[in-house]
């Protein structure tokens, strides 16, 4: 705009209108023309031919240059003949159109209206490069096909037009299907449905989000018999208990497999030397400039870090270390807003972004062709997620696939030695699906009786169809029933919990705000209460947990998204924020943020010490590592598989015992424990305790007779629940865990957009209820379901079972040591880091180590 006189309110608001049609309305020479509907393609039309469609489609195949695979053959054909089950192939070796095409060619000889083909990822920011792949067969096609997406990011418009009618072919997310499970006319909008595709299956199952999902498809089932399911996976060690999860317990599933190998190239870029007294992370940005210098921008990279917080570091690190890269990189997570987000993945795709320093946010799903190699920041803690990432380079059937390792501190070579091995032996990880959650049924209930309503038999027989549900009693079912009709008999007396009355023998819900605040809450994520980040000049950054905001004070500053912002204030759930003009003070945490060690990478762990412990260090991560475990082999000893090592010493701290099951945090946590209660039953004592992924650490400020009290008998399976049960606060653990129980089960709710609630709100509308059931409702079974899920998911009961039988059996080998060795140096780091001080966590390591260095050469 020329320089001159402003113009007035009123002419820029014309001006700005006559610009917002110019954006949305077509040139006046195409007026006449019908705007197209919004993600919707039509298939082309073509002479009428008698070939099937099926044979059309392996002609767009060959046309591409491909030659189907016997196992994609063999899906098409399974498919045929009305079967459902899981395709189990390794990630890009083509099982979306092994499971796509079958039901594609289906829909196409039918011709009917109405949704036809169903296919589910978990990610809805994956939907679009679905839709593109699932339009591209179309072309081939003598049918009329619509293909639409329906997640939480499509337009209202779209959504609405989808409540009157669905398209043949529509890509959704688990919690947007039960949003429209819950429409008045979801039998009638579901009862066309021919087939469900359900993409990483194995991302879904271990969780509530997959509970949920098998409910769903089983509501399904009863709208559309005779529908068929199909799963995708590419990290599965359990095959069976996944396909009977994804299809139902009324029908066996088919399992379609194929040996097709993507090698796996993993490369270690080693340390120049390491400290022969490591802690978690003392490599950290060390490691820094040695990334920057095997980075190529000629060689598309990805580059995973395990946290959103190291993301946010090491890709301002990397901008400050190849500044002339400034146009070429970018960074990617969940936080972020999804623009930028849409803005990384297409330069990826079409080039334009050499290097992306992500979180698992790419982990699944984006299928990113010119991405050559990736690089894993710190362990990657499971061989799944280590196959998963690694397959997003080369992404395409027979491809190699790179992924160079960069270890955060020195004892992290170990485990990467450790995965190479266990990705050798395809040694991955099993998913176990959850066991009838409770809560996720109440939130189904309510769905269902939005969705049409219910009678109460016929539901309870439908749930049980769902291999998750299976097992569900009577009773459970009844009381579960009961809570969502009146929130269970303690709070029959309170309207708000009646969300499901009976009318006309059905269940139905009649109130219209329970219908709007149900609708506005469907789903099992849970996490804290996040708020937006926005500037104050206006614009979005994405967003962060509230409990990380509410530290901050005014004049702060922090890096997000790679930005420098500083903090100015917390207003209706919205951080506003400005760009910073001084230095960093802080980068933003998540919760959730440290991946334990997996059973089959831990087991790796524990067989590669053993080849140390022998003398084998041909490997190139164990010989960097040497140092290390030189210094533990001359102070005590390298761990054995088969053999519990344990070292006692007395510092000035106090008594130490360590032990290395080298069974990963969760599991540790919970034996320390436990094995702390059981000492005390001894010997009265007061014991600190410490664990990382490798062992656990007690420390008593008394004498304690440790290689009398540990005997066979103490690591005994026997009231082991009862004994963690009485070991640990798991009333304060499970009352934090009934508060995401009592949000799934929708008797808390977060509220209304605009007024929603905290974190803190929420917290304490859920511990209210928590107090209420534990003294006039003990055997709520929502109640024992937190205790439930305690044991399971911070302490990994199952596991710390099989680890108690397995140290039971163990010999012992007990080492008296001068001082903390380097296998538990990090256990002592890890204690003292959870203590205040003046001082940095670094000065304190390094202060000890000097005390230490001092002490062993007076007693030399």
């Not at 949704?115 to 096609?141: G, H, I, M, N, W």
Request: net charge positive; charged share 25%.
């Amino acid at each position: 705009m020329p320089a001159g006189r402003p113009r007035s309110l009123r002419a820029q608001i014309a001006a700005s209108r006559k610009a917002l049609r110019a954006t949305t309305e077509p040139p006046a020479a195409e007026a006449p023309r019908k705007p197209r509907r919004p993600r919707v393609q039509r298939a082309s039309t073509r002479a009428q031919t008698n070939e099937p469609p099926l044979e059309r489609l392996r002609g767009w195949f060959r046309a591409k240059g491909w030659t189907p695979y016997p196992f994609q053959e063999e899906a098409w054909a399974a498919h045929a003949r009305g079967e459902s089950g899981l395709i189990h192939v390794p990630t890009g070796a083509g099982k979306t159109y092994a499971a796509y095409l079958g039901p594609l060619a289906d829909v196409a000889a039918h011709g009917q209206p109405g949704l036809q083909l169903l296919y589910v990822t978990p990610l809805r920011a994956v939907s679009r490069d679905v839709e593109k792949a699932l339009r591209e067969p179309l072309t081939v096609l003598d049918a009329d096909i619509a293909v639409e997406s329906r997640t939480g990011d499509t337009s209202s418009s779209v959504r609405q037009r989808q409540r009157e009618r669905l398209p043949q072919v529509l890509i959704t997310t688990p919690e947007s299907l039960c949003v429209l499970l819950t429409h008045e006319r979801a039998p009638e909008l579901f009862a066309s449905l021919r087939s469900v595709i359900v993409d990483e299956w194995h991302e879904l199952l271990g969780s509530k989000r997959g509970s949920q999902l098998e409910l769903a498809l089983a509501r399904l089932r009863r709208f559309a018999p005779g529908l068929r399911t199909w799963a995708l996976s590419a990290t599965l060690a359990n095959l069976e208990e996944a396909a009977r999860h994804a299809v139902g317990t009324g029908q066996t599933p088919t399992i379609v497999s194929a040996a097709l190998e993507r090698p796996i190239v993993v490369e270690t870029l080693l340390p120049e030397s390491v400290d022969a007294f490591p802690w978690a992370g003392h490599l950290g940005f060390s490691m820094l400039a040695r990334v920057g210098a095997w980075l190529d921008a000629e060689r598309s990279t990805l580059i995973f870090t395990n946290t959103r917080s190291q993301a946010e570091r090491w890709f301002e690190g990397l901008r400050f270390a190849r500044p002339e890269w400034e146009h070429l990189i970018a960074l990617h997570h969940g936080s972020i807003e999804r623009e930028e987000r849409e803005r990384v993945e297409s330069g990826l795709k079409e080039g334009s972004l050499r290097i992306a320093v992500c979180t698992s946010s790419l982990d699944l799903g984006v299928d990113f062709g010119p991405v050559e190699r990736v690089v894993q920041v710190g362990s990657p803690k499971g061989i799944g997620r280590t196959m998963q990432r690694a397959g997003r380079s080369a992404h395409r059937p027979g491809a190699t696939c790179h992924i160079l390792f960069v270890p955060t501190h020195a004892l992290e070579l170990v485990e990467m030695a450790a995965a190479k091995d266990a990705l050798l032996r395809r040694e991955v990880e099993a998913r176990t699906p959850p066991g009838k959650p409770l809560d996720v049924l109440a939130q189904h209930l309510v769905t269902c009786a939005l969705g049409g309503g219910f009678t109460p038999d016929a539901l309870r027989d439908e749930v049980r169809t769902a291999a998750a549900f299976a097992g569900l009693t009577d009773e459970e079912f009844a009381w579960t029933l009961s809570l969502v009709r009146e929130g269970s008999p303690t709070l029959r007396a309170y309207p708000e919990f009646r969300r499901v009355v009976e009318h006309k023998g059905r269940c139905v819900v009649a109130d219209a705000r329970v219908a709007r605040l149900h609708r506005l809450n469907i789903g099992t994520i849970t996490s804290d209460a996040v708020v937006q980040l926005r500037y104050w000049s206006g614009g979005r950054l994405g967003s962060v947990e509230e409990s990380y905001v509410s530290r901050l004070k005014p004049g702060d500053t922090f890096i997000f998204a790679g930005k420098k912002l500083e903090f100015s204030r917390l207003q209706d759930m919205t951080a506003y924020v400005r760009p910073a003009k001084t230095k960093v003070t802080r980068t933003p945490r998540w919760g959730g943020s440290r991946l334990p060690l997996s059973g089959s990478l831990a087991a790796a762990v524990r067989r590669t010490l053993d080849t140390a412990r022998h003398g084998d260090v041909t490997s190139d991560e164990l010989a960097a590592a040497w140092p290390v475990l030189d210094a533990q082999a001359r102070l005590s000893r390298i761990p054995a598989a088969d053999i519990l090592l344990a070292e006692t010493c007395q510092t000035r701290d106090g008594h130490h015992l360590f032990l290395y099951p080298f069974e990963g945090r969760l599991v540790h946590e919970g034996l320390a424990a436990l094995l702390a209660l059981r000492l005390t039953r001894l010997r009265k004592a007061t014991f600190s305790l410490s664990v990382n992924d490798y062992g656990l650490e007690l420390l008593t400020p008394t004498p304690f007779p440790f290689e009398e009290a540990l005997h066979p008998a103490l690591f005994t399976r026997e009231r082991l629940e009862a004994d963690v049960l009485e070991s640990v606060n798991v009333g304060e653990l499970s009352k934090r865990q009934f508060r995401d129980i009592a949000r799934i089960a929708g008797l808390v709710l977060p509220g209304l957009p605009g007024a929603r609630k905290s974190s803190r709100q929420v917290q304490a509308s859920a511990s209210l209820l928590h107090d209420v059931f534990i003294k006039y409702d003990p055997d709520n079974l929502l109640l024992v379901q937190a205790r439930r899920e305690v044991l399971e998911q911070q302490f990994e009961e199952g596991r710390l079972e099989r680890t108690l039988e397995r140290l039971q059996a163990a010999p012992l080998e007990l080492i008296h040591v001068r001082r903390p060795t380097p296998l538990g140096f990090p256990l002592v780091v890890e204690r003292i880091s959870a203590s205040l001080s003046s001082e940095s966590l670094l000065e304190r390591v390094e202060r000890l180590k000097e005390r230490w260095t001092r002490e062993d050469a007076r007693s030399a």
